[in-house]
């Protein structure tokens, strides 16, 4: 199933972007470093970077390292 994800840019000081992955079941919170060109935010290629953490999410939720928070392991 394809991980979709949102987040907004930084802003302030922040480095990062706080982005909420999801494959329609399992949503998964984290915060991914931005990119930033000469101090500028890069909405590019911090989009690109975003896109390839997203590969490793759908990857983890495939073998279920990342699931449900709402299931207890026993």
Sequence with gaps: M??????NAPEGENK????TFTDGT???????NAVFA????DAEATETRVSEVAM????KI???V???HAEVPE
């Design 38 to 41: 000469e101090g500028v935010y």
């Design 26 to 32: 399992i949503t998964h919170p984290r915060a991914v």
């Design 62 to 64: 495939a073998v279920g």
């Design 16 to 19: 990062s972007v706080d982005v």
């Design 66 to 68: 990342i699931t449900d």
């Design 56 to 59: 490793g999410v759908a990857h």
């Design 2 to 7: 394809t991980v979709t994800y949102t987040y």
